[in-house]
């Protein structure tokens, strides 16, 4: 009502100014009040009333060379000089049109939208007839992101000129980012009637096809616009990702190519050639089409989040510098992948430089003569692995062997050191190396009193107001973290030892804050939960650094589309904003991508460990992420929430809880309806070896201590049985929280599928789908029938011939009928 009589007011004040002849008075506040609302007719015919011969001296047109030398400014690309020159003829003829359209254009080439779009609304208040004033409008609106107001620019528009084929194809882009595929598509068929050979009108209409998952008309429509422009790379393209979805990949592959020959540089292109080599497994080939992608597009951050994928687990059989420096980048970009799942990869090309090749020979490494300094002197050349060493445990026995016996050395000749560059670097990245794998290395009773003898000569030093040297402290920090030094909070932090004071003094001290405000559901009291809780307490698991989250959110029908899920309620497509639970959130690397992976989610993560769930919310912070809220809780309590959610996920958790079903059931109580539920369970067949050793262990009197670890560690390096042997590949070996969480848990079963089956039968569950990735790619290339990949019987028969299948987990999706 207040802004109703406030333009009522502006209204009668024009009047009054223009009947006494104060036009330029007038036309400001006529002109304010269009700016907050465009459609007011009285401003506007109150702006045209003052198009009067009387006042002619500012509605007359400019004349005909200052118009004719803005179009030869525009043409020549000086957009801020055609903005400068229009503004100053607009305040001298504001009635001339032609000038404002000009100004709008120019202004909206150099970003400054506001002014486009009000230099567009004075040419419309001198010529209201004139539609490519409205169209350009509608472009500046579709680059603020303001959808509603393009669509309704477009139209005007079109009710101006309705046989305007270029209007209809840009309302097209606009409904469909809208959503309005349906609509989108009938105003592309509408370009095309008014111009059947629209090659770009037909190319979107198949985008708008593809998105509705009509793939053989979006196909239609690319073969149609590329029979009016066959050299249209873009097309091609667009085919191809079409062609991908139908798992026609040969045909995709020759569709790629013919874009590439078309635009040579076209890196779009090599990056979807590549995620075609890295679903059929060929991960050289796509390895290369990500490097050509990335050499044509440095900063292209798909290309660097696919690679990564392709790196998992590869080895390289020859050297390769510039993949190299792509896997540093790589790392270096800290969300594009998880540096645990690339270090193989990286090692294996590591193992081809002299500079490490040499020191891994086992007689080398087993050389009490060894000099530190000079290996040292390689190692440091060497970026890439000083990079893996300071954010992942290094996966490798020969390279740890080689480590462990350099940080012996350093202790023992410590006094002796000069102040490098190259030691201290590599101290650095052997001292973080050591905090990540949580000191799994064993150490000698010489090392033992060296260390108390160099402890002590700093507590010297410290009491003398003196500084201990920066050897001194990465040398102590690589056999213990500094915070649990009682002198750690008088160390001076120099630029030598600031990486590892960050990662071991002042980020232990965040969680320890962040303890005191994580709320908790209800006193843990279930016995075994106690066990585990304890478990998890002193050992976070897991300690990590950088991991990958997808570089955009994406709906859960997306999500569920590129999983291929077998969906019995398909209300749960309909869900735009999920509520989803993380049931065991550990250290938050699992709550942290979920969060990232689906679009306007909100996400509970909860997990009996107030340590682990520390860990958890210092790193949320970190990386910016504000949809998570964390929550000490006992899955058994979850009851006292009274919430459901649209999705949960439990992975890896409900193995170590005393009844895994009971669990199980209280997490579908928090299930809604329809919603969707991922679980992960240890595998019976595939564990055989982990079973056989902990047999070992109950028979050998060991417990989880840290000695008692080390030592059948150290044990297992040594040995030449094959199940032993076995363990060595496992990620889980190399750091000492996830080999207690491996080999010494207080607490696990193990399922068969037969077992799974027999769960969802009791939990009446339906089976939607394991989670994708190569195991699915493998099962296909025995099960290519419809209906295989939800047929938990032919899962089973694979498994059984197949036996170390799941030798993570078995992590699947199922959904809660309504």
């Given at each position: 009502m207040l802004a109703n009589l406030s333009v009522e007011r502006s209204l009668m004040k024009a009047k009054s100014h223009a009947k006494k002849g104060?036009?330029?008075?007038?036309?400001?506040?006529?002109?304010?009040?269009?700016?907050?609302?465009?459609?007011?007719?009285?401003?506007?015919?109150?702006?045209?009333?003052l198009k009067k011969p009387q006042h002619n001296n500012i509605i007359q047109s400019p004349p005909q060379e200052a118009v004719d030398q803005l179009v030869n400014l525009y043409n020549q690309g000086e957009f801020s000089a055609v903005?400068?020159?229009?503004?100053?003829?607009?305040?001298?003829?504001?009635?001339?049109?032609?000038?404002?359209?000009i100004l709008g254009v120019s202004a909206a080439q150099i970003g400054m939208l506001d002014k486009a779009i009000e230099a567009y609304k004075n040419t419309l208040l001198f010529n209201p007839n004139y539609a490519d004033a409205y169209f350009n409008m509608g472009i500046a609106f579709k680059e603020q992101g303001k959808l509603a107001e393009t669509i309704e620019a477009y139209k005007k528009a079109l009710a101006l000129k309705p046989d305007y084929a270029k209007v209809y194809y840009n309302l097209g882009l606009a409904l469909k980012d809208q959503g309005k595929l349906d609509d989108a598509i009938e105003v592309y068929e509408k370009a095309i009637s008014i111009k059947p050979d629209y090659a770009d009108a037909y190319n979107n209409m198949g985008v708008a096809f593809k998105e509705k998952g009509k793939l053989t008309e979006a196909i239609q429509a690319y073969y149609k616009s590329l029979s009016i422009m066959p050299d249209y790379a873009g097309v091609y393209y667009n085919l191809g990702l079409a062609l991908k979805d139908q798992g026609k990949l040969e045909k995709a592959i020759e569709v790629y190519k013919k874009a590439i020959s078309l635009k040579p540089d076209y890196a779009d292109a090599y990056n979807n050639l590549g995620n075609i080599f890295q679903d059929q497994e060929k991960f050289q080939k796509s390895i290369e089409a990500f490097k050509k992608a990335l050499s044509l597009k440095s900063d292209y951050a798909e290309a660097y989040s696919n690679i990564g994928l392709s790196l998992k687990g590869i080895a390289f059989k020859k050297q390769n510098l510039d993949l190299q420096k792509i896997i540093m980048s790589l790392l270096d970009k800290k969300t594009y992948v998880r540096p645990q799942d690339i270090n193989y990869a990286a090692i294996s090309l590591l193992k081809f430089e002299p500079n490490l090749?040499?020191?891994?020979?086992?007689?080398?490494?087993?050389?009490?003569?060894?000099?530190?300094?000079?290996v040292i002197a390689d190692l440091s050349e060497l970026p890439l692995l000083l990079k893996l060493m300071s954010v992942c445990p290094i996966m490798d026995a020969g390279l740890e062997k080689l480590l462990i016996k350099l940080r012996a050395k350093l202790l023992m000749s410590i006094t002796d050191l000069t102040n490098s560059r190259d030691i201290l670097k590599f101290q650095s990245a052997l001292a973080l190396q050591c905090f990540t794998n949580e000191y799994i290395y064993c150490e000698s009773e010489d090392e033992e009193k060296a260390l108390a003898l160099l402890e002590e000569s700093v507590k010297q030093v410290l009491s003398n107001k003196r500084k201990p040297s920066s050897q001194t402290i990465l040398c102590l920090a690589s056999y213990k973290p500094l915070n649990h030094y009682e002198w750690s909070s008088s160390l001076l932090v120099t630029n030598e030892i600031k990486d590892v004071f960050t990662r071991q003094i002042i980020e232990p001290n965040k969680e320890a804050n962040l303890k005191n405000f994580l709320p908790l559901l209800e006193d843990i009291n279930d016995k075994v939960s106690l066990k585990v809780r304890e478990q998890y307490e002193s050992s976070p698991y897991p300690r990590w650094v950088n991991l990958r989250l997808e570089l955009k959110p994406a709906s859960i029908s997306k999500v569920?589309?590129?999983?291929?899920?077998?969906?019995?309620?398909d209300n749960i497509i309909k869900v735009k904003a999920p509520d989803i639970l993380i049931a065991g959130c550990g250290t938050g690397q699992h709550s942290i991508e979920t969060a990232a992976r689906y679009k306007d989610s909100k996400v509970l993560a909860i997990d009996l460990s107030i340590s682990s769930l520390s860990y958890a919310k210092r790193k949320t912070e970190e990386l910016?992420?504000?949809?998570?809220?964390?929550?000490?809780?006992?899955?058994l309590d979850l009851g006292k929430l009274d919430r459901q959610f649209d999705i949960v996920e439990s992975v890896g958790v409900l193995h170590h809880m005393d009844k895994p079903v009971a669990g199980w059931r209280i997490l579908k109580d928090c299930l809604k309806p329809g919603g969707l539920m991922k679980i992960g369970l240890y595998s019976e067949l595939a564990r055989q070896n982990i079973l056989e050793m902990r047999k070992e262990i109950s028979n050998a009197g060991l417990v989880s201590s840290d000695a008692d670890m080390k030592s059948f560690r150290s044990m297992l390096m040594k040995s030449d049985k094959n199940h032993h042997k076995l363990i060595l590949n496992s990620p889980d070996f190399y750091s000492l929280s996830t080999l207690k969480d491996l080999l010494f848990h207080v607490q696990e079963h193990r399922f068969t599928i037969a077992q799974i089956q027999e769960c969802l039968s009791e939990l009446e569950l339906k089976f939607c789908g394991f989670e994708k990735n190569t195991i699915?790619?493998?099962?296909?290339?025995?099960?290519?029938?419809?209906?295989?990949?939800?047929?938990?019987?032919?899962?089973?028969?694979?498994?059984?011939?197949?036996?170390?299948?799941?030798?993570?987990?078995?992590?699947?999706?199922?959904?809660?009928?309504?």
């Open positions: 104060e036009v330029a008075e007038a036309q400001k506040l006529y002109q304010t009040i269009l700016q907050k609302f465009s459609n007011n007719i009285r401003a506007q015919q109150g702006l045209a009333a903005v400068e020159q229009a503004e100053i003829l607009t305040g001298q003829y504001s009635g001339a049109f032609i000038v404002w359209n090749k040499k020191h891994l020979e086992p007689q080398n490494i087993a050389d009490v003569g060894l000099k530190p300094l000079e569920i589309s590129e999983i291929k899920l077998k969906i019995f309620d910016s992420i504000e949809n998570i809220d964390y929550l000490q809780a006992d899955i699915v790619s493998h099962f296909r290339l025995t099960n290519a029938g419809e209906g295989d990949l939800y047929n938990l019987d032919k899962w089973e028969a694979y498994e059984k011939t197949n036996p170390s299948t799941f030798a993570g987990m078995y992590q699947f999706w199922c959904q809660k009928p309504e």
